[in-house]
């Protein structure tokens, strides 16, 4: 059986092999370390009027696509990708082909320490505060040292998040969290995570968070949002165009009340649905027969809830989301 640390990865590659008609141009994405953090892996997706092939990522996987393909078009909208806990920056990929179809470059990378094959920081505050940045590098590379940064326009950036990734993007638009709010989650008798024996040390990030202006849109889905966290004097900087999504049941630590509290909250109302009768790992790409199997916990959704048309209603929204408010 695969372990639920690789299922994330693999979800989206597995599904799109054997779904997807269109493919994007796939490109491996190597974001150098320096003084602002470590090196980030990833991959970018983009217009591609070539016929559709393969690209092969290892370990038998291939995702429909044309590798390094010439990127058709110009000035075009970019779109950066922020995964869930320990997923990866396969995680989302049905989504960015989506958009890479619709004429918008998408780079997703892997939050160190917190994906599919790297867990070792899962549970510390240092990924809570290092994923803003993580983004943020990612926007800086691609707008800058990217070998194709001169087919992008940086008046146009987005951002797209699920889960963790969706407070990351949170975060990002200016959002300040109080990881101190945190405290509580530890009280209980037996709380030993790295977080909680942080907040007994008094080790609690108190560093500014960082936020990145050029964002001019966010979709964010199903942010895990703890009591506390968010109140509205944190978000009042959060006023771009904002996409909310949140499943009606939740799970995974998302609780959906914290969500419609965070609706009310943000200064500026964002466009908020709630997806009928899904749960959390509904935002996650279809799963086919083996990959059910092996990871039922992200793979089985309510009974009567049909995963892949409701991804083809989400990615259909996303797409006119951006294309209205990154003209």
Not at 190 to 206: E, H, M, N
Request: with cysteine; hydrophobic share 45%; proline share 8%.
């Amino acid at each position: 059986m695969l372990r639920r640390s690789c299922v994330v990865m693999l979800i989206a590659a597995c599904c799109l092999v054997a779904t997807a008609v269109q493919a994007a141009g796939l490109r491996f994405l190597d974001v150098p370390a320096d003084a602002g953090g470590p090196a980030l892996k990833g991959m970018v997706s983009t217009p591609c009027a070539a016929s559709p092939s393969e690209v092969a990522l290892g370990a038998g996987l291939a995702l429909p696509g044309v590798k390094d393909c010439p990127i058709a078009g110009s000035r075009l909208p970019l779109i950066v990708v922020s995964h869930g806990r320990r997923g990866s920056y396969l995680s989302h990929v049905d989504t960015a082909t989506a958009l890479a179809d619709a004429g918008f470059v998408v780079a997703a990378i892997n939050h160190p320490g917190d994906t599919a094959r790297d867990t070792s920081r899962t549970d510390e505050f240092s990924v809570l505060v290092e994923r803003p940045a993580d983004m943020k590098r990612l926007t800086d590379f691609m707008l800058g040292a990217w070998t194709e940064a001169g087919a992008l326009d940086p008046k146009r950036v987005g951002l797209f998040g699920f889960s963790r990734g969706a407070y990351t993007g949170l975060v990002v638009i200016g959002g300040n969290p109080d990881f101190g709010a945190l405290a509580p989650l530890c009280d209980k008798e037996g709380a030993t995570t790295p977080k909680c024996r942080a907040i007994r040390d008094g080790r609690v990030p108190t560093e500014a968070a960082v936020h990145d202006s050029r964002v001019r849109a966010a979709v964010l889905a199903d942010p895990p949002l703890y009591e506390g966290l968010f109140n509205r004097d944190r978000l009042a900087n959060v006023t771009i165009p904002l996409l909310l999504w949140r499943s009606a049941l939740g799970g995974d630590g998302v609780v959906p009340a914290s969500v419609d509290a965070l609706e009310q909250m943000l200064p500026a109302r964002p466009d908020f649905r709630i997806v009928p009768n899904s749960s959390h790992f509904s935002f996650l790409a279809p799963c086919p027969a083996k990959l059910a199997e092996a990871a039922p916990i992200l793979c089985t959704d309510p009974a009567g809830f049909d995963r892949k048309a409701f991804h083809d209603t989400f990615n259909d929204a996303v797409v006119s989301f951006f294309r209205k408010h990154l003209e």
